[in-house]
């Protein structure tokens, strides 16, 4: 099988309810995503936060973000659930994992780059601390402009 | 980075060209695309401080000719303003 997709959920509970109706909610996702082979890698409760307009003529929300990873069919049974509950007022799937793996690909691509460059003028690897910020490209992109 | 810079330095090309292009290097900063220069990889749906400079009052998203984002990352920026819109992070228009 296809390895596990990493997804983030980000739900918003109306400001009315209580501390008990938000944990029940983090509970039945948990036990959703136990259920259907998957795994609850994180929660972070935001907490209350003014919402930019209004939903269900709401001001706030509690804001709470899980991260799991599971597969699709999980994710769509948790969005379905999800629409069902009256207490969560809006809510958000995004898939994470092809995301990171770009980021963590450019981050070291620049690394390496930057460690190459440094190398080829008989620098460290490695930026020291204190050194001047240089910028090489700057008078490449004037000079083309002046001739233009 | 050289090709957002690129970009904005191959804007308004015109038959008074040589004057306007000086002109512009006595008064106008040239635009640099944020991401590319402070290096930022990752423009997430939830760092609404950062996003919330690339919506002005209107709340639209700020287009690329005067913020001098790159390609790339204006694209990015759309769909993480998007994003954070659905969440109420951001709001769809306000006046």
Redo the contacts between chains.
């Keep these: 099988m296809s390895a596990p997709r990493t997804y983030e959920l980000?739900y918003?509970i109306a400001p009315d309810a209580t501390d008990e109706q938000v944990e029940a909610v983090h509970q039945q996702v948990e036990s959703t995503v136990q259920r259907l082979g998957g795994t609850l890698e994180k929660t972070d409760n935001w907490g209350r936060?003014k919402?930019?307009?209004e939903?269900n003529h709401h001001k706030e929300?509690i804001?709470v973000?899980e991260v799991i990873s599971g597969s699709g069919e999980l994710m769509k049974e948790l969005d379905r659930r999800l629409k069902v509950m009256d207490e969560v007022i809006?809510h958000?799937i995004?898939r994470i994992d092809e995301?990171?793996r770009v980021?963590e690909r450019?981050?070291a691509r620049?690394q390496e780059t930057q460690a190459r460059r440094r190398v080829a003028r008989g620098l460290p690897p490695e930026p020291q601390e204190g050194e001047p910020r240089r910028d090489g490209?700057e008078e490449?992109?004037e000079s083309?402009?002046a001739e233009? | 980075?050289?090709n957002g810079?690129?970009r904005s330095?191959?804007r308004g090309r015109g038959p008074s060209?040589p004057e306007r292009?000086g002109r512009r290097?006595l008064f106008r900063r040239?635009k640099v695309c944020k991401f590319c220069a402070d290096?930022i990889?990752?423009i997430n749906?939830?760092d609404v401080k950062l996003l919330s400079g690339f919506v002005p009052e209107r709340a639209k998203v700020l287009p690329r000719r005067i913020s001098g984002t790159c390609a790339t990352h204006q694209r990015k920026l759309r769909r993480a303003i998007m994003?954070a819109?659905?969440?109420?992070?951001?709001?769809?228009l306000a006046d």
């Design positions: 980000v918003i936060r919402l930019a307009y939903i929300g804001y973000l809006r958000l995004v995301e990171q980021v450019t981050r620049r490209d490449g992109a083309a402009e233009a | 980075m050289a810079r690129g330095g191959g060209r292009g290097s040239r290096k990889d990752d749906y939830k994003r819109r659905i969440l109420a992070l951001l709001p769809y």
